[in-house]
């Protein structure tokens, strides 16, 4: 499975979007970009996933660029509450084996 | 629906001890995955189950550590005798088949002295 890079750590302020990048050049033409995220003393939480087009559900958006070499994970209106670290992972298509990495250390700001 | 249950959520014991994890995965889930996560670090694939067949236990330290789903529902995890080196998180994380997202639980937080 391809690797990613995401920056170490980032700050947003309370009610803006955070916006999350992740690089994954290496990434083949079957392998998905997912988002996780865990918060402090808590299991990862599933956020989000996508293959080529971008993606929303009722937590983030998923925006991955037309080469698929990047992506960027958006929460709309970041809360105190979304605080975490955020991984972003590539894997195969019928793969199991979720590779998490650092991440990013998200730190919501009142 | 319910999530992924683990116990114990925490655990102290001393090296050479044995200790045993429970996970009972999210109704209906065929796929069960144990990971350990050290302390700044991400968590790491241990073992994985389909069913009550073991898929993939390639990076599970089988000297010490054991896994069982006998019945392809619950799961413990046993480590048998601790090093101090085990002292991390075990989570567990359960997929509705094989390749599909994987939810997971809150985990247990193992400390060896």
């Known amino acids: 499975d391809a690797k990613t890079t995401q920056p170490p750590s980032m700050d947003c302020a309370e009610g803006r979007a955070a916006n999350l990048p992740c690089n994954h050049s290496?990434?083949?033409?079957?392998?998905?970009v997912y988002w996780y995220r865990q918060i402090h003393s808590q299991g990862p939480q599933y956020i989000i996933h996508?293959?080529?087009n971008n993606e929303t559900n009722e937590m983030a958006s998923l925006i991955i660029t037309e080469d698929r070499k990047s992506s960027t994970l958006i929460l709309p209106h970041a809360t105190l509450r979304d605080t975490a670290v955020y991984y972003c992972?590539?894997?195969?298509?019928?793969?199991?084996?979720?590779?998490f990495g650092t991440g990013t250390r998200l730190t919501v700001i009142p | 629906e319910a999530g992924v249950a683990q116990s114990p959520r925490y655990k102290i014991i001393e090296k050479r001890q044995s200790v045993a994890f429970w996970c009972n995965p999210i109704?209906?889930?065929?796929?069960l995955y144990w990971y350990q996560q050290i302390l700044g670090q991400g968590p790491k694939l241990l073992i994985q189950?389909?069913?009550?067949?073991?898929?993939?236990d390639s990076q599970l330290p089988k000297d010490r550590f054991s896994a069982e789903r006998l019945k392809g529902v619950d799961s413990t995890l046993k480590i048998q005798p601790a090093k101090l080196e085990d002292s991390a998180v075990y989570l567990c994380?359960?997929?509705?088949?094989?390749?599909?997202?994987?939810?997971f639980g809150p985990g247990t937080r193992l400390l060896v002295l």
């Open positions: 994380a359960s997929s509705g088949g094989w390749g599909e997202t994987q939810y």
């Open positions: 992972i590539v894997i195969s298509t019928g793969a199991n084996n979720l590779f």
């Open positions: 290496t990434i083949s033409g079957n392998e998905y």
């Open positions: 109704s209906g889930h065929a796929t």
């Open positions: 189950f389909q069913n009550n067949g073991v898929v993939d």
């Open positions: 996508g293959l080529k």
